[in-house]
């Protein structure tokens, strides 16, 4: 925590934390947490041979893609000043724009932009090393929303 974290800030960035710790493909994947803000989440993938799905080419599978924009979604909704105990996805639709350069890290950002008394919505970006080219891919997604004060 430096000077100008604040302590909500540094709980958010805890929680985003031990969010993608519990998740054992968050651990087979490296994903790591990069930025937490309010209702906001920015999580890294590096390439790795292990999800490629295409060999030919070097370009990750589709599904690390989703895993990683999902993990953000849910990160996003964890961080938001609602302050809610746990979340789980109930609807994620993901666009794929275009494929991931082979050997670059892939960042998603997943903002949660709307948020009922038991639903949050989210929408994310991915995108590789060469952000000029556009997104990865996109997603808007809806999150189950459990808070302690039971709102």
Known sequence: MTDETTPAEAARAI???KFIAALPHCRALS???TAVGAGEATIT???SAD?????????????AVSALMDTTGGAAVLSHPTAPVSTATMDLRIDYMRAATPHHTITARAV????TR???FVRAEAFDEEPEKGPVAVANGA?????TDGQ
Do not use: K, Y
């Open 15 to 17: 929680t985003a934390q």
């Open 31 to 33: 994903m790591t947490v």
């Open 45 to 47: 993938m590096p390439w």
């Open 51 to 63: 999800i490629v799905g295409d060999p030919r080419t070097g370009v990750v599978h589709g599904g």
């Open 112 to 115: 949660c932009h709307h948020v």
């Open 118 to 120: 038991s639903i949050a």
């Open 143 to 147: 999150f189950t929303l459990d808070r």
